[in-house]
């Protein structure tokens, strides 16, 4: 099946800074990516959808000025957490789709901790 | 609004059978899925179904789904200790580039 990899895989930063997830494709295309958090025992909520080359759609209640999301290859997209807090700390999946698929292929999370 | 419904625990005994239950509001799903998710790790596709379909089998794996009722089953014949994990039900909404709206998760023991 397809493979869509996160980096880093776990994170730890102090409140105030910024930190960038990576999530890439790496044997297809990704027309679409999105985004996705999950809090400790719950289920995953979409933050964000974004296509190559445009803007993300954000869901209702996500901040666009905080979660910054960049798509800007078919291969890559980037989640920015900008003034990371520690109600930031959280398990975020992305996860990637062609055009011609059916299945959203998930990478493996990244574990954010803000202290 | 969507929302899809989950039990929350399962916990069966090796070779036993397991069957993981599922319900979703929203009858425009054209796609439901299961996704498996073992601990610190991303989800992992195991199946999924079209709404215009009654079941799908694959290996253990088997999907039953239940248009009328809302209702979406995944049973795991022979469950091993290896499928303990969470499974989550998820639907699409809005056609195959729908974003999906996933359950809690079941956390599935396996008792040796």
């Known amino acids: 099946g397809a493979v869509v990899s996160q980096h880093p895989s776990r994170v730890i930063c102090k409140s105030g800074t910024s930190v960038k997830i990576e999530c890439r494709s790496l044997?297809?295309?990704?027309?679409?990516m999105f985004w996705y958090r999950q809090f400790p025992k719950q289920s995953l909520m979409l933050m964000a959808t974004?296509?190559?080359?445009?803007?993300?759609?954000?869901e209702q209640g996500v901040e666009k000025d905080k979660f910054l999301i960049n798509h800007a290859s078919l291969t890559l997209s980037t989640l920015t957490v900008t003034s990371a807090h520690p109600e930031d700390s959280s398990f975020y999946i992305c996860?990637?789709?062609?055009?011609?698929?059916?299945?959203?292929?998930f990478g493996p999370g990244t574990r954010l901790t803000v202290t | 609004g969507e929302d899809v419904e989950q039990s929350l625990f399962l916990s069966v005994r090796e070779g036993d059978s397991s069957v993981i239950n599922c319900t979703y509001t929203?009858?425009?799903?054209?796609?439901l899925y299961w996704y498996k998710q073992e601990p610190g790790a991303g989800l992992q596709l195991l199946t999924y179904?079209?709404?215009?379909?009654d079941m799908k089998q694959d290996q253990r794996l088997t999907v039953l789904l239940n248009k009328k009722d809302k209702h979406l089953s995944l049973r795991i014949a022979d469950t091993q200790t290896g499928d303990s994990a969470i499974y989550f039900c998820a639907e699409s909404i809005g056609g195959s580039q729908g974003n999906l709206i996933f359950g809690k998760g079941t956390k599935l023991s396996v008792k040796p």
């Open positions: 044997d297809f295309q990704a027309t679409t």
């Open positions: 996860s990637a789709r062609d055009s011609r698929a059916l299945e959203q292929y």
């Open positions: 974004s296509n190559e080359g445009s803007k993300a759609t954000y």
């Open positions: 929203d009858s425009s799903s054209t796609y």
């Open positions: 179904i079209f709404s215009n379909m």
